[in-house]
């Protein structure tokens, strides 16, 4: 069975059919990832570190082809597109230096000592190792950054794990260009074919092959709330469970305190507003709901007049398409619910406008679970709170987000720990002045938060620190140094950062 792909501008078929990988072919790429695990758990940081970057070079080779079919298959402009690809070449170097480094293993060295009593110590160590192959699920929006060769790929990667990406059916052709270079940037790095293997499929069967395989250790998924709870379930019913990390939707909720709203509040409405519609609305970070202070009524014009004004925009395929007009719809015929301002929809077969809607503070608290849920692509759920104490009691009442933002003039900020406090509770990431949107991608983000937003909230799906996932802690007690990987072995050969006795050396 095969399936192709559409552009969302024009609503038309594009060349290339993409065959669905059979149960046969999964299993075989499974295997074959298994048994490169081996080769790539004894590589070194360093030829993991030239591994990605060889990977990179031939990515940039591929270029011109791979952006050409993102912007077919997604609708994106040059720009975004461009961009994105700096992103996904730039992972690849930002995990070979992780992997060069080393100092992400956490080595950790507790010296015997034969003398202490009542019970003499034994030499102990300790650091992370590669956890073995691991499968990877891209989400639509991101069909470079969090896909086929997104940070999922080049984490596990560094770790030494290798991979089977299950290629994501609205941009199939993106998945197969960038396979491709990816597959010769294993070959010519000398590394096991199995490193790296693609596979590809509409529907449900080839991503529950991946996750149910005997040989996958552990699986990375982005993408929606039912996708990632779903093989999550499957995942832990397995024989032997497995970790599967997911990364799934967020509605990011902003709240705006009065000074703000007095000072600027038409120049903070122009902001959400370039927030909300920035990639047509589908980013996770995308933050969906506004929780205002009486008196905002000239912000809430001047955002009324910006969306009346829009001209909508593509969105990626025809199931957010559908689940953006139904979200809408339900939205709108809740109790109290009221249209604030929809924008139309020009230049786009499978596109959507944009649109606000607005509701009081005490019909949003008795339809809180609904009003909370995210409808992705470009909207917004305003709610108008009678007092700023209301800030506090929804946010206490908020389930697991990605992010959510506190606005506010210096002064009021330093009054507000009380509801920064309740923002950390459930989120992964508290912003101050400024929307969740546009992730700056370092050691120290955190793009993870309870559930719902994650299944793990310890983790990271994008930053440095992802890297931690594809990997189990191991111990050495009494293990002479020869035969100790060389991380642990006395001498550091490879001068890695560890903690000994107690103590961070460098
Ligand atoms: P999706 O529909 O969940 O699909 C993601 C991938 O998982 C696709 O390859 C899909 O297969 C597969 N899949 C989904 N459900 C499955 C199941 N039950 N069994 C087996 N495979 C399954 O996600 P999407 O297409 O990217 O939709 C957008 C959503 O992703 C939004 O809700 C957005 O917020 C979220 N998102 C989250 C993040 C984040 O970092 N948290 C980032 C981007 C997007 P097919 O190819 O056959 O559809």
């Known amino acids: 069975m095969s399936f192709q792909t559409k552009n969302p501008i024009t609503g038309e078929v594009l060349p290339g059919s993409f065959a669905k990988s059979s149960a046969e072919e999964v299993s075989r790429a499974c295997e074959s990832c298994a048994a490169a695990a081996a080769t790539l758990r004894r590589k070194s940081g360093k030829e993991l570190a030239s591994l990605l970057e060889t990977i990179g070079a031939s990515l940039t080779e591929a270029r011109d082809a791979i952006v050409e079919r993102v912007q077919a298959e997604t609708g994106y402009p040059d720009g975004r597109v461009q ?29 015997a000592d034969p003398d202490r009593e009542p019970l003499p110590k034994p030499d102990l160590r300790k650091m992370l190792i590669p956890i073995g192959p691991v499968g990877i699920f891209g989400a639509s929006n991101f069909p470079l950054a969090l896909s086929a060769g997104g940070s999922d790929v080049t984490s596990a990667l560094a770790a030494g794990c290798p991979v089977v990406v299950k290629g994501h059916s609205s941009h199939a052709g993106t998945c197969e260009l960038i396979g491709m270079a990816i597959q010769e940037g294993v070959a010519k790095a000398g590394f096991p074919e199995g490193t790296y293997q693609l596979v590809q499929g509409e529907g449900h069967e080839v991503g529950e092959a991946i996750v149910t395989h005997p040989d996958v250790a552990a699986v990375g998924f982005t993408g929606s709330l039912c996708g990632g709870r779903a093989l999550f379930d499957l995942a832990a019913q397995r024989e032997v469970p497995i970790p599967l990390y997911a990364e799934m939707g967020s509605v990011n909720p902003q709240f705006v305190l009065p000074e703000l709203v007095e000072a600027n509040g038409e120049g903070f409405a122009e902001s959400f507003f370039g927030s909300i519609t920035l990639g047509n609305g589908q980013f996770c970070t995308c933050p969906g ?11 809430l014009e001047k955002l009324a007049s910006l969306v009346a004004d829009s001209t909508g925009q593509p969105v990626l395929n025809e199931g957010i398409c559908s689940a953006f007009e139904s979200g809408m719809s339900r939205l709108e015929s809740l109790e109290g619910v009221q249209v604030l301002a929809k ?8 596109g959507a406008p944009a649109m606000v809607v607005q509701v009081s503070y005490a019909d949003y608290v008795a339809q809180r679970d609904v009003l909370s849920e995210e409808v992705f692509g470009p909207s917004a759920v305003v709610v ?4 700023v104490a209301q800030f506090t009691e929804a946010a ?15 002064s009021e900020l330093a009054g507000a720990k009380n509801l920064l406090d309740e923002l950390e509770r459930f989120t992964g990431r508290v912003v101050v002045n400024a929307f969740p949107t546009g992730l700056e991608v370092c050691h120290s983000l955190v793009h993870g938060g309870p559930y719902p937003a994650t299944t793990n909230s310890h983790f990271t799906s994008v930053g440095q620190s992802g890297i931690t996932r594809w990997a189990r802690a191991m111990s050495y007690q009494g293990v002479p140094d020869a035969l100790l990987p060389p991380t642990l072995q006395e001498a550091n050969p490879l001068g890695v950062a560890r903690r000994v006795d107690g103590v961070f050396t460098l």
Do not use: K, Y
Request: aromatic residues 8%; proline residues 3%; hydrophobic residues 45%.
């Open 396 to 410: 206490r009442n908020f389930e697991g987000q990605l992010g959510a933002s506190l606005h506010g003039t210096e």
């Open 384 to 387: 108008v709170c009678d007092e």
């Open 83 to 111: 961009g994105e690809f700096g992103r996904m070449v730039g992972g690849f170097a930002a995990f070979a230096e992780v992997a060069r480094d080393g100092s992400w293993v956490e080595a950790t060295i507790d010296h």
């Open 289 to 299: 709901m506004l929780f205002l202070p009486p008196g905002s009524d000239a912000l």
């Open 343 to 350: 924008g139309t929809l020009e230049g786009a077969v499978i």
